[in-house]
């Protein structure tokens, strides 16, 4: 039975954030890099997303002991030339190494104008999107890509297909728009990502539509069908569009950065690392500041004036709904199933901590 509005609990971000800090503290991580990933955990849950948020800790806790993911880990340069840089993340936590590639692609395309930075062997990075919101407060312009091999193996059938054998590769790209919110494309190549089934099944629902293929090719909106047993498969969006960029997600994020992208069995539901491909463009050096402005605020006015199909629900762009969820959120709360709050608690546990949520 889905859980009603009733059941759920209610936390501020910021009660959320400490809980996820002093267990990531408790684990073996430095307080900045505990900070770093309790903060991108906590935001991830205020602005919706909350496949990427708290829910993480428990798999995250997991990795660490069992040394799959190791705390204290800092990007090392394997290859550089002067708009590319090649890191390598030793399978540190993610949101920290993902932080500081991002900010080494700006730093390099505010010199060069554009740059590109490959980070393999991370962690799970995250909400991807954080970091596209992350580069147009620098004043950048991103394309990011990223694919995630094993220990969680394949998750997708391709276009045709039934059968695991592509990750869910999120794509994320950010446009800066002072002084309004950058612009903020942010998914997966599945049809929801894996969290997202996750969240579904800790609550006992139902997908809105049916984006499983079950282990006999046929399609479901059921959550446990995917994951068994026995396992089924996630569809990729846009039929054999989505497949493509998929495709080319594991080509460019995976293959070229060194991190590749072994899909193959046995897979498990244990928490797995990624690979990034980040592309920077210094905006200012691309376009002339003041007409961009007023082109992009033209644009979106035109773009959202369009009568919408339901009138309650206006036209908005991309990272728009995200930031009317992190405002409503920050002023009435969090909320958070029961499994979801019961996991947090796990992982505290696991750590030695009394149970903070």
Known sequence: MADTLADMHVYEAARLCAAAEAVFRAAGCPADEAAAVAEHLAEANLCGHDSHG?????????ALRRGFFHAGRTPEVVREAPALAVLDGAMGLGQPLANAATDRACAMAAAAGSATVLLRRAGHVGRLGAYA????????????????PRPGGGVIAPWGGIGRRLGASPIAMGMPRPPAPPVVLDFSTSYYAVG??????????LLPDPAVIAADGTPTRDPNA???????????????????????????AG??????????PPGSDEQGGNNLMIVAVAVERAAEPAWLARAIADYAAWVTSAPPL????????????EA?????RAAEGVPLDPRTVAQVNEAAALVGLAAPL
Do not use: Q, W
């Open 133 to 148: 919101e992350r580069a147009a407060a620098r004043g950048m312009a991103t394309v990011i890509l990223c694919n995630a």
């Open 255 to 264: 293959m070229l950065s060194g991190g590749g992208a072994d899909y193959r």
């Open 54 to 62: 708290v829910i993480r800790v428990l798999p995250y806790v997991k």
């Open 196 to 205: 997202k089934l996750r969240v579904a099944r800790n609550r006992g629902e």
């Open 324 to 328: 009317v969820t992190r405002r409503r």
């Open 310 to 321: 339901d009138p309650a629900r206006p036209v908005v762009l991309p990272g728009e709904p």
């Open 226 to 252: 995917y994951f068994g047993p026995p396992e089924g498969a996630m569809i990729p969006f846009g039929g054999h569009k989505g497949y493509a960029l998929n495709v080319f997600t594991d080509l460019l």
